[in-house]
């Protein structure tokens, strides 16, 4: 009788500490993201470190890729900002969506996602980091300058022009420097992919799953990353297949996350099944 009252009572001890084991062990939403924020400096770091090959190589990648674009059909970059400079209000709407709907959207999914669903938020942030690793490489191989840079093709830099100046002004003041206080980090020269397009496909995903994937989140998501693609042409800050390569590496990496995670759960659920056959 004394052995089963001391088997209740460290029952229910072993019990009670659970959750306050679990509890300890669930990151909070900082740990979590403060690996990819560390992660992304080093991001910004390399694409800076490379600049110095982007004014040399840029414009002739760019010729090369219109050049293809042109092939394809797929060359709207003038009709596209010609159609958006008609309006100025538009040309308004455009700058700052591309400046203020980028991170604030994706920080919003992230919190979002935090709460409402941790699965896709954990899987939103490695799609996040190795679509991140896979963009350094390129960024690194291929420089490529926007269209607002490049010479004799008649882009307007609407940001410039029209503000807010997200990329400086004319004495290279912006964001990014503190606005002349620090010495600038950007590198103008990476403008393939775009990951303004391409990370718009994670945070309207985790938007849509966090949401219980309501139908109208799932069409506003849709439209957020169609608007993204649309605002970074039409502001003279990529071309059209800057985009769809930045959707093509999320894509890759989606696949790539998802065969891991599928993996991983086959590996844990043989131990689960070893650990129980060796009981």
Request: aromatic residues 12%; charged residues 15%; proline residues 5%.
């Amino acid at each position: 009788m004394v052995t089963l009252e001391r088997f209740q009572s460290t029952h229910r001890k072993a019990v009670a500490t659970v959750p306050e084991e679990r509890a300890s062990e669930h990151p909070t939403l900082v740990q979590s993201l403060g690996p990819l924020l560390i992660l992304y400096l080093l991001y910004t770091m390399v694409r800076w470190a490379v600049v110095d090959r982007g004014e040399d190589v840029g414009d002739r990648n760019a010729d090369y890729l219109l050049r293809f674009e042109t092939w394809l059909g797929i060359d709207f970059e003038h009709s596209v900002q010609a159609w958006t400079l008609r309006h100025p209000d538009l040309v308004s709407f455009f700058d700052h969506y591309y400046v203020f709907a980028f991170f604030p959207v994706l920080i919003l999914a992230a919190v979002w996602g935090y709460r409402a669903a941790p699965a896709a938020f954990h899987t939103a942030r490695r799609v996040f980091a190795v679509s991140l690793a896979m963009a350094l490489v390129i960024f690194a191989l291929v420089p490529l300058a926007p269209p607002r840079l490049l010479p004799g093709h008649g882009y307007v830099d609407t940001l410039m022009l029209y503000g807010p100046r997200y990329y400086g002004d004319s004495s290279g003041a912006s964001l990014f420097n503190a606005y002349g206080s620090i010495p600038s980090m950007v590198n103008e020269y990476a403008a393939m992919p775009s990951m303004h397009v391409g990370w718009s496909i994670i945070a309207g995903w985790l938007l849509y799953v966090a949401s219980g994937r309501r139908w109208w989140v799932g069409v506003l998501a849709a439209t957020h990353v169609f608007l993204m693609e649309t605002v970074v042409v039409a502001t003279g800050n990529h071309y059209v297949i800057d985009g769809l390569v930045g959707m093509a590496v999320v894509v890759i990496s989606a696949a790539a996350v998802r065969r891991y995670e599928a993996r991983t759960r086959t590996n844990q659920r043989r131990l689960l099944h070893s650990a129980r056959e060796r009981a």
